[in-house]
């Protein structure tokens, strides 16, 4: 920990492939790769960390084939840091769920149709081959805006399996294993979970389930539950989000890592991320607008292209969402850069009553 504000920290996480600084935003990059955008680019913009998509990389082009190219970094020639999530969150998300048991979660393969089972041993054993920086453990995932006894089921189901993941992971010095706080909108839950995956001593922890609809003051109070109770010399890891205020917030509370495909997926549906929030490229007032997306902003897109040329090209062209894509991670990483620069210069409440207009 490099610098404080109360409750807020900047941080350097030492991994195996590279030094980053915290807080941090990982863009997803579902199958090796950020949309449109190229490694090269990417780290020229800052980006630290990419996150990869376990389900989609076992389906294609499967962690065997990533494993005897030599690994996921080396596959994609992305020489900075990876995360890998578990895959679970994705068979919530885009498939329709035949069951989860004790065993796992079993769900509609999208070849064939025909059932598959992914077990805590066998996500593991996937993220080992793909060779990750960080892997995640395979939690029991409820949207908060479900009640009653499935979300206390899930939690405790998430504590029983991380320590399957725990014992199915066979490389802990190469591989960060973290594990993922449930539990709701459930203090007592929380608390249990968090209780229960500390006393595991993992290298890192997650808070997930959130982002998933719940409103901002529950979504906030649960991370500042989770945040007080982990410990302090291990990173904090609040999934799902992307939106700035919400990095600010929950940087302001504790956290340390963020994750969302907003920035990349608003990008394509023709938006840019500005200091006052967001700017629709497919307006027609941005037809004949000579001016750069941001004046304040020094990427390449806004040195070079004007938002009338965007507009031209936006859900028409694929240069539109590359061009958006890749001005909103450079305004996701630089709003990074100064949280972390605001916290250990001392100037974090400033810096936060300018973000705050975000």
């Known amino acids: 920990i490099l610098g404080r504000f109360n409750r807020a920290r900047a941080a350097q996480l030492t991994l195996p492939h590279?030094?980053?600084?915290?807080?941090?935003?990982?863009?997803?990059?579902?199958?090796?790769?950020?949309?449109?955008?190229?490694?090269?680019q990417l780290?020229?913009?800052?980006?630290?960390?990419?996150?990869?998509?376990?389900?989609?990389l076992a389906l294609r082009p499967t962690s065997e084939l990533i494993d005897e190219l030599g690994g996921l970094h080396k596959f994609m020639n992305w020489p900075r840091a990876l995360l890998t999530d578990s895959g679970g969150?994705?068979?919530?998300?885009?498939?329709?769920?035949?069951?989860?048991?004790?065993?796992?979660v079993t769900f509609q393969s999208p070849v064939d149709g025909k059932p598959m089972l992914l077990t805590p041993e066998e996500s593991i054993q996937i993220q080992n081959r793909i060779g990750a920086d960080i892997i995640m453990a395979l939690d029991d995932v409820v949207r908060t805006t479900i009640t009653g006894p499935r979300i206390e089921e899930a939690m405790y189901r998430t504590l029983r399996w991380i320590d399957r993941c725990i014992?199915?992971?066979?490389?802990?010095?190469?591989?960060?294993?973290?594990?993922?706080?449930?539990?709701?909108?459930?203090?007592?839950?929380?608390?249990?979970?968090?209780?229960?995956?500390?006393e595991r001593n993992l290298p890192g922890y997650?808070?997930?389930?959130?982002?998933?609809?719940?409103?901002?003051?529950?979504?906030?109070?649960?991370?500042?539950?989770?945040?007080?109770?982990?410990?302090?010399?291990?990173?904090?890891?609040?999934?799902?989000?992307?939106?700035?205020?919400?990095?600010?917030?929950c940087s302001a509370l504790g956290a340390d890592m963020y994750d969302c495909v907003y920035p990349t997926r608003t990008a394509r549906f023709g938006t840019a991320l500005v200091p006052e929030g967001v700017l629709k490229l497919k307006n027609k007032a941005m037809a004949d607008d000579t001016r750069p997306i941001d004046s304040t902003c020094e990427c390449m897109v806004c040195k070079s292209y004007s938002r009338a040329y965007i507009h031209c090209l936006?859900?028409?062209d694929a240069m539109g969402s590359q061009l958006l894509s890749y001005h909103n991670l450079f305004y996701m990483m630089k709003l990074s850069r100064n949280l972390h620069a605001s916290i250990v210069e001392g100037r974090f409440p400033e810096y936060v009553c300018i973000a705050s207009l975000i």
């Open 206 to 249: 997650a808070i997930g389930g959130l982002a998933g609809g719940e409103d901002k003051d529950s979504f906030w109070r649960v991370v500042a539950q989770c945040t007080a109770a982990l410990p302090e010399d291990k990173p904090r890891y609040v999934m799902g989000v992307g939106y700035p205020l919400d990095i600010v917030v």
């Open 18 to 40: 590279f030094v980053s600084q915290t807080p941090l935003f990982m863009p997803v990059g579902t199958q090796g790769t950020i949309k449109g955008l190229t490694t090269s």
């Open 43 to 56: 780290e020229e913009i800052g980006c630290q960390i990419i996150l990869g998509n376990t389900y989609h």
């Open 89 to 104: 969150f994705q068979m919530v998300s885009l498939l329709q769920l035949a069951d989860i048991t004790e065993k796992g």
């Open 314 to 316: 936006v859900t028409k």
């Open 167 to 198: 014992t199915a992971h066979k490389r802990p010095h190469d591989q960060n294993l973290f594990g993922i706080v449930q539990g709701g909108l459930d203090p007592v839950l929380r608390d249990i979970c968090v209780k229960g995956l500390v």
